[in-house]
C-alpha cells in the first residue's frame, strides 16, 4: 500500500488532488461528443474517492485508541454513507435544472476540505513508530491521547525494540511525575 510507504497524511493529500482534478475535468467535459472524456474523469474521480475512503479509514483506526477504535471507524464509515446522501440530495435538488455539471462539479468542495483538513492532523504514530520516528510518534501520543494507553496498545500490535524502550520510559515519566503520566500537570 502506498500509504504504508510514504505516509497516510502525503497520500490522502494526493488523493484529494486527483479527486479535484477528475471533478473539474468531469464538470467541465464537453457534450456529447467528447462522452470518453466525461467517462475517464469520472473513473479519475473515482480512483480519489475510493483511494481516499480506505486510506481514511486505516488513519481513523491507528489514531483511535484501543478501546474506542471500533467506534470510531464505525463512525467514519457512517460519515461516508451521510456523505453519499447529501450528494443525493444535491443532485436531487439540481436535477429539475438538468444542472449535471454542477452535480459533479460540487464534489470540489469535500475533496478541498479534505485537503485543508490534512494540514491540522498529525502522521498516523503507527506510521512515524513503523518508521523509525519514535520520538515524533511520541509527540504525536502526547498530542491525541494519554501516553499511556496509546502506548499500551501500540506495544501489543507492532513489533519494535525502540518501542519496549519509549513504553518504559513512559512508565517512568508517570511514576516520578505522579500525574498519571499526561506530562503536563493536567487530570483527563
Same mark, same amino acid.
Given at each position: ?12 493529500? !494526493?488523493?484529494?488532488?486527483? $479527486? ?31 483511494? &481516499?475512503?480506505? !486510506? !481514511? ?16 471507524t ?22 429539475? $435544472? ?16 479534505l $485537503? ?12 512515524? !513508530? ?20 496509546i ?5 501489543? &500490535? ?31
Open positions: 500500500m502506498l500509504s504504508d510507504r510514504f505516509g497516510r497524511r502525503p497520500i490522502l493529500k !494526493v488523493m484529494a488532488i486527483i $479527486f479535484v482534478l477528475g471533478a473539474f475535468g468531469a464538470a467541465l467535459s464537453p457534450d456529447v461528443g467528447w462522452l470518453i472524456l466525461l467517462i475517464f474523469f469520472r473513473c479519475v474521480m473515482g480512483l480519489g474517492v475510493g483511494a &481516499s475512503a480506505v !486510506v !481514511v479509514m486505516v488513519y481513523l483506526a491507528e489514531m483511535a485508541p484501543t478501546e474506542m477504535r471500533g467506534k470510531i464505525s463512525l467514519g464509515q457512517m460519515m461516508d454513507v451521510c456523505g453519499i446522501m447529501i450528494a443525493y440530495l444535491v443532485d436531487y435538488g439540481l436535477s429539475p $435544472f438538468f444542472a449535471w455539471r454542477w452535480m459533479i462539479g460540487l464534489g470540489i468542495i469535500p475533496s478541498f476540505l $485537503f485543508g483538513g490534512l494540514y491540522f492532523l498529525p502522521e498516523s504514530p503507527r506510521w512515524l !513508530v513503523k518508521q523509525g520516528r519514535i520520538q515524533e510518534a511520541a509527540a504525536v501520543f502526547r498530542r491525541v491521547t494519554t501516553l499511556g494507553s502506548l499500551v496498545a501500540m506495544a501489543a &500490535s507492532v513489533q519494535s525494540p525502540n518501542l519496549d524502550r519509549l513504553v518504559a520510559e513512559g512508565a517512568k515519566r508517570r511514576s516520578a511525575s505522579g500525574d498519571g503520566g499526561h506530562g503536563d500537570g493536567e487530570q483527563p
